[in-house]
């Protein structure tokens, strides 16, 4: 796939982001699916997070200045560190879309980036600029498959309906 291609895919994915989100009340974003899942508050910060420290901040420093070891992150440990339960869902929902709206207009305005520049990953070893643009895909939609499931388990907890008869889930 192109990078203008997974740019764009990026870019819609922000409108997804967003009305799958906005309209949550706050017994929706505080649902849990089961004891080890995570709420749509912790999802909405972790995107955020992402979004800023992960995704943007290696692309750009694969493709700005590739000799500079990359800045570590440690996700896992950031909604604890980071107080995600104790945020205000529709604030850290639009500083995401504000923050993806950057990241696509940064995007938009590379001219004739280098995207098989690498660095070296201290853990996964040389990653291009194109590795990390494609992960950044893959991980909106592995956030918004799981945002789908909390979604439909939540329909089925306040509904109390059998939901057989939508399909197999």
Known sequence: MLPKTIIGKLQANKLVFQHLLETCTKEQYSFRADANSWCLLEIVCHLLDEEVEDFRARVKSVLLDPNEPLKPISPEEWPKERGYLQRNFATVLQSFLKERHQSIDWLQSLENP????????????????????????????????QINRIHHAYLKFSSKDDLSYAGKW
């Open 114 to 145: 280098n995207w098989e520049q690498t660095v070296d990953h201290p853990e996964v070893g040389p990653r291009s600029a194109k590795k990390f643009l494609v992960n950044w895909l893959a991980h909106d939609y592995h956030h918004i498959r």
